[in-house]
């Protein structure tokens, strides 16, 4: 199955009812599909609207300031810290993907499954850092991968480590628990700096003068970055910043585009299902009093 978007899923349908408008047999099947299209092209038009002037309209906060509620940010998506990006089978690693598999019976290829990830992951933007939760959220990726393996054809988007993100949900304060593993990326971080400054570090831990560190001095450093990070830590907020799906209706918004050119899309599918609208309307009143 070829991943599509909502839009272009609802501009298949259009084709699929004109087929039946052309084939159905009865006056009264053909009004019917005509009106379908026409409920569909209005509400498929107002919703890109509003995702239009939600875009163009809501500015961007910076996380560190960010009100909770509905909101607007931009920054690089990551995996959380001390952890590997994820991915779907033999696919490119990824912060979030979404995936459609075919099966090959014979010479035809038929649905096999699909579904997105779950997982969480880190939004920066250089001021802070927040979760997002995409569960339930309408993403729009420029990334695509498609490739065979054996009888299937797997057809996946997603969301790469380093892209720039544009996010529109509900922010949320949630309790962080500082967990160990986040313990030792900081600590080998710091270790890591301290290593490229080799004369201050052999100032600080080189007790026996020999000018190396040996294993003794280097564990000395290591308990020295551990409780540099530990007093660090006792100075930054507890709490973390979450995204995710908004109450209401109100649309929840990932995408790795421009926000400008994510903005226009919206504003050319609503073009284009209010013009859809308008001529099927027409027709459906031309042939109902024809």
């Known amino acids: 199955m070829v991943a599509r978007s909502r839009h272009g ?3 298949a349908s259009y084709v699929a009812l004109l087929g039946g408008v052309w084939y159905a047999p009865q006056p009264m099947v053909r009004l019917a599909l005509l009106g379908a299209i026409v409920i569909a092209s209005l509400w498929a038009s107002l919703s890109a609207y509003q995702r239009y002037h939600l875009i163009a309209d809501t500015p961007s906060s910076a996380i560190r300031s960010a009100a909770q509620g509905y909101t ?14 994820i991915g ?40 802070g850092q927040c979760v997002i939760d995409p569960d339930a959220a309408e993403v729009v990726t420029r990334h695509r991968s498609r490739w065979r393996e054996g009888d299937f054809w797997l057809d996946v988007e997603y969301l790469a480590p380093g892209d720039n993100l544009y996010a529109l949900g509900d922010i949320m304060s949630i309790g962080h628990h500082y967990t160990s593993t986040e313990r030792s990326h900081e600590v080998s971080l710091l270790l890591r700096e301290w290593k490229q400054d080799r004369e201050g570090l052999a100032k ?15 564990n000395q450093a290591r308990g020295a970055a551990e409780d540099q990070v530990d007093r660090e830590r006792i100075d930054r907020p ?3 910043l979450l995204m995710r799906s908004p109450k209401g209706g109100r649309p929840y918004l990932l995408s790795n585009r421009d926000p400008k050119n994510f903005a226009t899309r919206y504003q050319r599918w609503s073009w284009f299902h209010a013009i859809v609208f308008a001529g099927t309307s027409v027709a459906t009143l031309v042939y109902r009093f024809s």
Not at 72 to 85: D, I
Not at 106 to 127: C, E, K, N, R, Y
């Open 9 to 11: 899923l609802i501009s």
């Open 72 to 85: 607007e940010l931009y920054g690089r998506c990551e995996p959380h810290p001390g952890t590997l990006p």
């Open 88 to 127: 779907f089978r033999s696919g490119p690693p990824c912060v979030w993907y979404r995936y459609n598999v075919q099966r090959q019976g014979g010479s035809a290829w038929t649905p096999h499954s699909h579904g997105q990830s779950t997982d969480t992951f880190v939004l920066s933007d250089g001021t």
């Open 204 to 218: 600080r831990f080189d007790s026996d003068g020999d000018g190396q560190i040996n294993l003794q001095e280097w």
């Open 238 to 240: 507890n709490d973390a």
